[in-house]
């Protein structure tokens, strides 16, 4: 049996501390699947914007930080799963991948190679029923329940929601429906293709909605700041609501300033962190931010004998608990998701 797996809980506990990495590998080698290019490279760059922050604090320790091997899918499964093969012939320690539909398509290839996957989406299908994926973003539920609050808070009842056909999107919506559905009157709820950017259509159906309290925007990047301002550019006055995708550099530059003052859900961070993120990277969105901090600090903490087999890091990081971070305290669960935290935030 190996150190790693006699390692004692509390042992654990110690090691999990924020910006804190212990057992840095210098050998190291992970593998990052990411839009780097297209409409969601936004999301790209704030990854590696935050890996550039973990290597920071690595070297100002005197430690080394992994090595990290960057490929391009543009957040397309057929260009993911191209990634993921690569690497794998690389021998890299685990895969790193950005998205629902992209971490979906790789996870049977990561289960049937016994290579660890990190799947950076909301939608827990990767992990469910697999032994070698993880699910690190907020769950459904958990940014279903922050929207229902704020929701409630508001005193919306009768509401519209547009979404973009994506399964991470459709999970939160099924999740908030399950949870607030039987208070509201959903007035429209409409769906698009990811390649949509003409909504014209459903904005002359909102707009001639009477009593419309509320309308939910739930798009990927590239429609969410075009359909906020086709909306108020038709008149439609009524106030949204959003995801975290919405705050990203892109989207509020494309909705030209319909997207001002409105809430949306997203994993919480540490203000500090935020300050030290937004003071180093000026002009990058931090949407993610803290999240990606922090895996790329845990899969550098791997406690146990060096350096670690990929069944040793898999291990690891589905028996995380209490780690606190940028994005708050949370642990590992059974089913392969995190415990992080979510809650409401307003988009300037």
């Known amino acids: 049996m190996s150190k790693f797996i006699t390692l004692s809980s509390a042992f654990l506990l110690v090691v999990f501390q924020f910006a804190a990495p212990l057992a840095l590998a210098e050998s190291a080698r992970i593998g990052v699947i990411a839009p780097l290019t297209g409409d969601a490279a936004g999301w790209g760059e704030t990854f590696k914007s935050a890996y550039k922050l973990h290597q920071d604090d690595a070297a100002a320790r005197g430690l080394s930080s992994i090595q990290v091997l960057w490929e391009d899918d543009q957040a397309t499964p057929t260009n993911t799963i191209a990634a993921f093969r690569k690497l794998a012939a690389q021998d890299v320690l685990l895969v790193v991948t950005l998205s629902a539909a992209p971490s979906n398509a790789v996870a049977p290839l990561a289960e049937q190679l ?3 996957l990190v799947a950076v989406s909301v939608d827990p299908q990767a992990s469910r029923g697999r032994k070698w994926v993880v699910n690190f973003w907020l769950t459904p539920e958990a940014g279903a329940h922050a929207l229902a609050g704020e929701v409630r808070r508001k005193g919306y009842h009768r509401v519209a929601r547009v979404s973009t056909m994506h399964e991470g999107i459709l999970a939160v919506n099924h999740a908030f429906d399950k949870e607030i559905g039987a208070e ?5 709820d409409q769906e698009f293709a990811p390649d949509v950017r003409d909504f014209r259509t459903v904005v002359a159906r909102i707009k001639a909605l ?4 509320a309308l939910g925007i739930f798009m990927m990047p590239g429609q969410s700041g075009l359909c906020a301002k086709q909306l108020r ?12 995708a919405a705050s990203t550099k892109g989207e509020t530059t494309a909705a030209q300033g319909a997207l001002a003052g409105v809430s949306y859900y997203d994993s919480t961070v540490d203000p500090s962190f935020l300050l030290r993120f937004q003071q180093k990277f000026p002009g990058v969105s931090s949407f993610g931010a803290a ?4 895996l790329f600090n845990m899969i550098s903490m791997t406690p146990g004998s060096q350096p670690l087999t990929r069944d040793e890091m898999n291990l690891y990081l589905h028996n995380i608990k209490d780690y606190s971070g940028a994005s708050g305290t949370f642990s590992a669960t059974s089913d392969g998701t995190f415990t992080l935290p979510a809650t409401i935030k307003t988009l300037p």
């Open 114 to 116: 016994k290579i660890p």
């Open 184 to 188: 509201l009157e959903m007035l429209l």
């Open 210 to 213: 009477r009593g419309l309290d």
């Open 233 to 244: 550019a038709a008149g439609v006055t009524a106030p949204f609501f959003t995801n975290a």
């Open 291 to 294: 999240i990606a901090y922090d």
